[in-house]
């Protein structure tokens, strides 16, 4: 008796130990759960802190942060391969051998380096505004009311490498970010043949032909004071 008494005690112990070891895991498992969202918490508070290009206006951002919509209005580009590239502005199909040719916006510095974060035109739409997101530190409006901040545009596409493909830039163009139009007016940019130069050096600077690109700048106007919804993720 003393030993099947034995026995279901070791039993009844081992039974508790797995729904303890169960629970154990559970908790870490939304430890887990509960740490990612965190993290991406503190990479959005990052981004916004810095400079930022984003596909959607946040709903809600920072107090004192600054907010420019940014879209591509036309382009031309004259290569042996694509005369205008306003025939794929709004398509996701393949035109003249190039396939998801989008741009790629960010925020250079006077010294060439990307700040922040980019982001490109979705896929089909290089018509698609993105939003950049201004620093709310006086030092940084001060660097950018120096001259010292500037907008890249590259004009990228998918390059088929054998059974892979690569994206390629075709060309860029930039914009200095003190001379941003805050009535909506069209600025048209000179494209620059590759490879990007993020210095701006007039020694690598060649035009590419004629070709322009044509980009309306606003500043968004009436944002509260709150924060990045937590359901967006870069």
């Not at 729904?19 to 991406?40: D, I, M, R, V, Y």
């Not at 004192?64 to 382009?75: C, L, N």
């Not at 970010?177 to 909506?184: E, L, M, Q, T, Y």
Request: charged share 30%.
């Amino acid at each position: 008796k003393d030993g099947i008494d034995t026995t279901k005690n070791i039993n009844e112990n081992t039974k508790e130990l797995y729904a303890e070891l169960k629970q154990t895991k559970q908790n870490l498992e939304q430890s887990k759960k509960k740490a990612l969202a965190l993290g991406q918490q503190i990479t959005l508070l990052a981004n916004i802190s810095t400079w930022s290009v984003l596909p959607k206006l946040p709903k809600t951002v920072i107090d004192g942060t600054s907010i420019f919509r940014v879209q591509i209005k036309d382009a031309a580009i004259s290569t042996s391969q694509l005369k205008s590239v306003s025939d794929v502005l709004v398509s996701r199909e393949s035109k003249d051998g190039l396939n998801d040719v989008h741009v790629l916006v960010m925020i250079v510095d006077e010294k060439g380096q990307v700040l922040g974060q980019a982001y490109r035109t979705p896929r089909g739409n290089m018509l698609a505004p993105l939003y950049i997101i201004c620093p709310s530190s006086e030092d940084e409006k001060k660097r950018v009311e120096a001259g010292k901040r500037f907008i890249f545009f590259q004009i990228k596409h998918e390059k088929m490498k054998q059974d892979f493909g690569k994206m390629s830039t075709r060309c860029f163009a930039f914009h200095n970010f003190a001379k941003h139009s805050r009535d909506g007016k069209n600025l048209s940019l000179q494209l620059y043949k590759k490879p990007t130069d993020f210095t701006r050096d007039p020694n690598n600077l060649v035009p590419h032909g004629k070709d322009k690109l044509d980009v309306i700048l606003t500043e968004v106007q009436g944002m509260e004071d709150q924060v990045l919804p937590d359901s967006y993720v870069h």
